[in-house]
């Protein structure tokens, strides 16, 4: 977070300038503070020899146009200022202090000259493109460090810029390095404006096309201008033109058609050139050929990469991607089978059996290959059984793969709980990240388990590579079941897999009921089904007409909305689910949707859990929810202003029984509703990322039975209201990244069950002396310096274990 603000301040200040105010200050403190004076002296002896490159490197950078290359440089040079000013500040008799802050004076010393050092010797290098691309490569990991440090960066739900970014590889691919060659020749030498990288599902299209986004020499010829988009089964031209406009941070302009879209979308791009431009479309579907016929410009330097699992014969440059040879089938079984080393528990004809059914598909490989890690030799025989079945069908196409990817699922059987955990992740929208709480919600519900079970469930697929497990924070925590930084990816195969699953026997008498609806109207339907999970998926061109759908699902206990659209009317048959315990409606698209309809819920008594992401939270939302049944909301990157600034009931009658609310990424919250401090059963309250809360309700004292408090991220967020002291069954308090926060409220004492304390990035926040009191709590994390401002009172907390969550450096330089 702070490495962020810095370098945003960073920008708009010349280098000498920036130097040179920051050798005057360095010399001010060495004047006056005689704790660090050797060390400061030093650096400003440093600096005072560094300065006449400072002026070349400045005078450089404005001549050839290009002042960003050295905003790695300005970083460092206000962090240096702004630790010089902590040193200035520090009284004398601070021992505590006076390791740590020199630590970091020395480091700050040495990464300043190595940069320097660095940046001159490739200035004067001969070979001007080389010279180019070193400075590239130092601005973008000063930019990629800034990103980790403010939890941003390319996580596309939440709308921040860098949404097409290509996402990282999981490891080194195997088998790829031949083929990688010949495609990367392709877009460099025969500069082929748009090339198909075709082959079936698993065969590891998008793991080449990542791989290419990532390779040195592609880097350093379309730099900055690499674009990667999944579109999957129903590409929109007009997802397409936001991802690009919010990417580069740009304001998207209104448009009348959709040859306006690709006026725009074309003036975006000639605006780059004549720099090189690289756009990598992945998983484009046969029948979909039109949009690369609008995408497809003549500009200069303008490349497109698409990858399918059809050939698109009407595009001349296609490039096969082969299955996997023996030798590499063989590497990748073995890495993901033994990832520790040691012998396979069968003989190498057996294993080769199993190779055979798997056709050289890498997915099919990996998944394999993940079920039978640290399994007992009778279920490797087992196995080996199976895939010989599976051979005899087995062919190099989606049903084939999907015969043999069947065989793993079928190994879940004694994990019957899991396997459906699988099937129901069917669900949702293929390669999209979908948040590990949305899925916990459905399976604690659906399944009758608690909320560690359905989390170890999902670890459990992805170690068998059924379901990739992202986590957005380093520095996340599974304490109390705080799951909002970890996210679930499946690929589209083992999507296609799990609905496969739920798609036998007659419609109406399915356990599980996917509908995928596309364009603005619904065949006429009438159903009565069985199924306890319901998910219906819309796209942009939906308009909410539900009237050809008469659905009746009196069983239904999880449903599931996927909505794409900027206006969302809840369906009328909602009301006839008698049952449903679940409601997720989640938002895919750019713009928030505007939900209506909500009071459609109010009837359903038996509804405990509620997941809003992305959406336009009417006036009439709290007002609605006379739901005395209800025990968890969630609102993720929603619009609520307006839905908490009048509430005409009594929000612990209307909802008597919440326990837990989360709120992330909700910009427009300022402060909390009116009487939301009456919701006596609210247990759990996690309001992060949310930047314009000024303040908490001074009577939030009134939850006498919160165990978890989670502000994190909250950074105009001033203090905790002295009531806090009242909340005697806390167990967990986080404010990290809470910058504006300047004390902790004496009655933070009275928290006599406190356990865990989360401060990272919390310095500025002075502890008073009743902290001595919290003689129940274990474990306090925080950064270097709150970590030593709590050592003081470490003599009074016995049990207590400081913890470090350790600032960024730049060691990445050496």
């Known amino acids: 977070m702070a490495v962020s603000l810095i370098a945003s301040s960073a920008t708009g200040f010349g280098l000498d300038l920036l130097f040179g105010s920051f050798l005057d200050l360095v010399v001010e403190v060495t004047k006056k503070n005689i704790l660090f004076q050797p060390t400061l002296k030093r650096l400003e002896t440093t600096l005072k020899s560094l300065q006449p490159k400072i002026k070349q490197i400045d005078a450089l950078n404005l001549d050839m146009d290009r002042p960003k290359e050295i905003d790695g440089l300005k970083v460092l040079i206000i962090e240096g200022k702004e630790l010089v000013i902590k040193c200035s500040n520090t009284n004398q008799y601070n021992f505590v202090m006076k390791p740590i802050y020199t630590e970091k004076l020395l480091n700050l010393e040495e990464e300043i000259r190595r940069y320097i050092d660095i940046d001159m010797q490739v200035q004067q290098s001969v070979d001007q493109k080389e010279t180019l691309f070193e400075v590239r490569q130092i601005r973008e990991q000063f930019k990629h460090l800034s990103s980790v440090g403010t939890n941003s960066g390319s996580f596309s739900r939440s709308g921040f810029i860098g949404v097409c970014s290509p996402p990282g590889l999981k490891g080194e691919p195997v088998g790829l390095e031949a083929p990688l060659n010949d495609l990367k020749r392709k877009l460099l030498e025969d500069e082929v404006p748009l090339i198909v990288l075709s082959a079936p599902g698993g065969c590891g299209k998008t793991t080449m096309a990542l791989a290419i986004c990532q390779d040195k020499d592609i880097l350093d010829k379309f730099e900055d201008n690499i674009f990667f988009i999944t579109v999957s089964k129903s590409p929109s031209l007009l997802d397409i033109v936001e991802r690009l406009f919010q990417h580069k941070g740009h304001k998207f302009l209104k448009y009348r058609n959709e040859n306006d879209l690709v006026v725009l979308l074309e003036n975006f791009f000639r605006n780059m050139t004549p720099e090189p431009v690289l756009l990598v479309l992945d998983d484009l579907w046969s029948g979909s050929e039109y949009i690369l016929d609008k995408l497809n410009f003549q500009i200069e330097n303008y490349r497109i990469l698409v990858t399918s699992r059809s050939e698109l014969s009407s595009f001349d440059s296609t490039y096969k991607l082969q299955t996997l040879n023996e030798t590499d089938a063989l590497t990748l079984f073995r890495q993901s089978a033994l990832p520790q080393g040691g012998n396979f528990c069968v003989s190498d004809e057996d294993v080769n059996k199993i190779l055979n059914s798997c056709g050289g598909f890498p997915l099919a490989i990996s998944v394999i290959g993940k079920s039978l890690y640290r399994k007992s030799a009778a279920e490797w025989r087992k196995r080996v059984k199976e895939c010989s079945k599976a051979s005899a069908i087995m062919s190099k196409s989606e049903f084939g793969i999907l015969e043999c990817l069947q065989s793993s699922v079928d190994a879940l059987d004694e ?378 009172f470490k003599p009074f907390l016995e049990d207590l274990e400081i913890k470090v969550q350790r600032d960024f450096n730049l060691n990445w330089l050496r």
Not at 499 to 524: A, K, M, Y
Request: hydrophobic content about 40%.
């Open 415 to 792: 994990k019957d709980e899991v396997k459906e955990c699988f099937i129901d992740l069917g669900s949702f929208p293929e390669d999209q990240m979908t948040s590990a709480t949305t899925l916990i919600d459905m399976w604690v519900e659906l399944h009758k388990i608690d909320e560690d079970d359905a989390m170890t469930n999902l670890h459990e697929l992805c170690d068998r590579n059924l379901v990739d497990l992202v986590v957005m924070r380093k520095d996340s925590s599974d304490v109390d079941c705080s799951y909002n930084e970890h996210f679930a990816k499946q690929q589209s195969l083992l999507r296609d897999l799990a609905i496969r699953q739920s798609n036998s026997g007659n419609i109406e008498h399915r356990r599980r009921l996917f509908l995928d609806i596309t364009g603005n109207r619904v065949e006429p339907k009438q159903l009565l089904i069985d199924a306890n999970l319901l998910s219906i998926s819309t796209d942009e061109m939906f308009s909410s007409d539900w009237s050809s759908l008469q659905l009746q699902a009196p069983k239904v206990e999880a449903l599931v909305l996927n909505i794409r659209t900027k206006n969302y009317y809840l369906p009328e048959f909602v009301q006839t689910m008698i049952d449903l315990k679940v409601l997720i409606v989640t938002n895919y698209g750019f713009s928030p949707t505007e939900l209506s309809n909500f009071e459609l819920l109010s009837s359903l008594s038996n509804l405990r859990r509620i997941r809003l992401e992305k959406l336009v939270l009417p006036s009439s939302l709290l007002s609605s929810l006379q739901l005395k049944n209800l025990e968890k909301i969630s609102l993720v990157m929603c619009k609520i202003r307006q839905a908490f600034s009048s509430i005409p009931i009594q929000l612990s009658e209307a909802i008597p029984n919440l326990a837990e609310i989360i709120i992330d990424y909700c910009n427009d919250l300022v402060e909390l509703p009116a009487g939301f401090c009456d919701l006596f059963q609210l247990k759990r309250l996690s309001i992060t990322n949310c930047h314009k809360l000024g303040s908490l309700p001074e009577d939030l004292g009134k939850l006498v039975n919160m165990e978890v408090l989670r502000l994190n991220s909250c950074i105009e967020l001033i203090e905790l209201p002295e009531s806090i002291g009242r909340l005697q069954k806390l167990r967990v308090l986080d404010i990290s990244d809470c910058l504006s926060m300047t004390k902790l409220p004496e009655t933070i004492g009275g928290l006599y069950n406190l356990k865990k304390l989360f401060m990272i990035d919390c310095s500025n926040c002075k502890l008073p002396d009743s902290v001595m009191n919290l003689t129940q709590l274990k474990e306090i994390t925080g950064d270097e310096e709150t970590a030593a401002s709590w050592q003081i």
